[in-house]
């Protein structure tokens, strides 16, 4: 049975709860929690019982139990879930503009105690709500890759209070330069398929990671927000033809050409 914190059943929660051996984890059953209340089977021993709610649940599991069972014996076991009374709040953010970002699809998902919830930006005015329970979240986000924009930060460490609100902003950064060049292989001649990665160094990107593929005739595009990189390539199933780093930058709405990796 699933209770609040203050032990009252929780009869509006639906998910999975699951029950996984402590001495031999392969073991584990589960079953679905319906109206706040389950059923597992399983044989005898001792058990860490959990509760697995969905992302859009107005709930979150607060913490397992360890349950002991004997051989036809029926244990009865209460799983503690919080109610979401907080919320994470804010939009994607161009640092460099000072500016809201508008039209781009982005996901935001955190994660706290083995609880997921997520949430979708809304394109239309490029802002997020998520409701969550009181905790320290690990909230982190996606910006769709064929858009024009990259995100700047993997995640943040949001702690949040019941009943409260926390803005966090998701930085972003426009696609607005572009790396051109070619890779040859060891013989000179053009290497199609290598990848050619951007790591970046300079102020704002120094968080950015970009890839992409070179052509048949060893060329390559790779959009990015302009800045200080490493470019680099590899090629290869264990990266043995792998150019030596360089240093290049790239200017706000221009272009980087000429690079030769070999």
Known sequence: TLVDEAGRPVTDAEG?????????????????????????????????????????????SAAERRVAVGAGQVVSVTLTVEKKDARIVGSLWDPRNQDVVEGVDAGVMAWAAGNWVRTAVEPGNGTYTMSVAAGLWHLGYQVDPRS?????????????????????????????????????????????????????????????????????????VLRLPHGDYHLGATAGLTGSIKPALRHVRVPPNGTSGGHVLQ
């Open 16 to 60: 999975w709860a699951s029950a996984t051996s402590v001495l031999t984890p392969a073991l584990t059953n589960g079953a679905p929690i319906q109206a706040g209340a389950f059923s597992i089977l399983v044989p005898r021993g001792t058990y860490r019982v959990v509760a697995h709610l969905p992302a859009g649940s107005p709930y979150v």
């Open 148 to 220: 024009n924009y990259v995100g700047l930060v993997d995640h943040k460490n949001v702690p949040v209070a019941s009943g409260q609100t926390v803005v966090v902003p998701l930085p972003v950064a426009r696609r607005d330069g572009t790396l051109t060049g070619t890779v040859l292989g060891p013989d000179g001649a053009p290497l199609g398929g290598a990848r050619v990665t951007a790591a970046g160094t300079g102020p704002l990107v120094d968080r950015l990671w970009l890839s992409t593929r070179s052509g048949a005739d060893g060329r390559f």
